[in-house]
Nanobody, 123 residues
């Protein structure tokens, strides 16, 4: 049974930064791609950033390119999302997810989810 536990959310002013972290257990972490997704109230969940098994390949949704950075540490079974220059429209619940294969793939290739952590950006 895979467990993903997110941390690091909170309230921040526009222009500020937050760092989210996700700790994984129960599966060989280094074998699988990981991702961050978010869901704002009344909206569908969307992918934010994906990273392949060894961290060499990443992909981002257009709205966060240049502001967010995804990274992973396979020695600690963790994946992080550094979020800089935050905007009010980044307000959402952020979820860590594990992919079904080692490559980044598509957002629909992620089938294991954490409980989420709330990020609120005030204007």
């Amino acid at each position: 049974q895979v467990q993903l536990v997110e941390s690091g959310g909170g309230l921040v002013q526009a222009g500020g930064s937050l760092r989210l972290s996700c700790a994984a257990s129960g599966r060989t972490f280094s074998t699988y791609a990981m991702g961050w997704f978010r869901q704002a109230p009344g909206k569908a969940r969307e992918f934010v950033a994906l990273i392949n098994w060894d961290g060499r390949i990443t992909t981002y949704t257009d709205s966060v390119k240049g502001r967010f950075t995804i990274s992973r540490d396979n020695t600690k079974n963790t994946v992080a999302l550094q979020m800089d220059s935050l905007k009010p429209e980044d307000t959402a619940k952020y979820y860590c997810a594990m992919g079904i294969r080692s490559l980044v793939g598509r957002p629909t290739d992620y089938d294991t989810w954490g409980q989420g952590t709330q990020v609120t950006v005030s204007s």
